[in-house]
């Protein structure tokens, strides 16, 4: 099992970079609870301050390009990949080499954008994922319009399995609560620690591929 954790750094400069607000908790609690379960795990994480769970093999990045890279690299080995993680839409279309030095005169200095790979997508329309042999489960963090959202998401992203969970409410804590969405309909699992999620969803996943 592959799962993809925390947020991704972009950076501006040496010194200076665009990230967000994941903790990476749920994606932690996810390859936990798979290696609890028997699942050999690999955890492609994000930047955060997590203690690996044992057992896990981590593999560190920092910027979406390289957590990209990372997947691609590990997802011929997997039956089943989860993405919780919170990968920045954009990056800055260069960074610099040097910092960038504020010169007293008020002017500031002009960012633009070239959007990120959607990896979970990429991996979703791989050969492997479309055949029925990588079992794609992606994530959806929204301000509101859950159920919506996160059926629209499953359509647009191309897999079997999208949970939906209302990010500002659980960036950082150590619960959450789920909306499982497939192409049957939607299932709650009400609020609960991150762990007892992350087993319930973890169970949910191995039903679906039994
Ligand atoms: O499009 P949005 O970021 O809301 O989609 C969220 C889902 O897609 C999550 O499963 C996230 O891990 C994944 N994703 C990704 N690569 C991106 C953006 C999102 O894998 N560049």
Redesign the pocket.
């Known amino acids: 099992m592959l799962v993809?954790a925390g947020p991704?750094f972009e950076a501006i400069d040496p010194v200076r970079g665009i990230t967000n607000l994941s903790s990476g908790k749920m994606g932690f609690s996810m390859a936990r609870a798979a290696r609890e379960a028997g699942a050999e795990v690999t955890l492609v994480a994000g930047p955060v301050h997590l203690p690996t769970p044992r057992g896990v093999n981590r593999v560190n990045v920092q910027s979406?390009l390289q957590?990209?890279c990372a997947?691609l690299q590990q997802v011929d080995a997997s039956q089943v990949f989860?993405?919780?993680?919170?990968?920045?839409?954009w990056r800055p279309a260069s960074a610099a080499d040097q910092k960038i030095k504020k010169d007293g005169s008020g002017q500031t200095p002009h960012l633009s954008f070239i959007?990120?790979?959607?990896?979970?997508?990429?991996?979703a329309r791989s050969p492997r994922a479309v055949a029925g042999d990588l079992f794609c489960?992606?994530?959806?963090?929204?301000s509101h319009d859950l159920l919506a959202?996160a059926t629209a998401?499953r359509a647009?992203?191309g897999?079997p399995l999208?949970?939906g969970n209302i990010g500002p409410a659980t960036f950082g804590q150590d619960d959450n609560a789920l909306l499982l969405v497939d192409s049957q309909g939607a299932r709650e699992l009400p609020h609960a620690s991150k762990h007892h999620l992350a087993r319930a969803l973890i169970a949910d996943i191995a039903r679906r591929l039994a």
């Open positions: 993809s991704t979406a957590m990209h997947v989860i993405a919780t993680a919170a990968v920045a839409d959007e990120n790979p959607d990896i979970l997508a990429d991996v489960v992606g994530f959806a963090a929204e959202h998401k647009r992203k897999v999208l949970v």
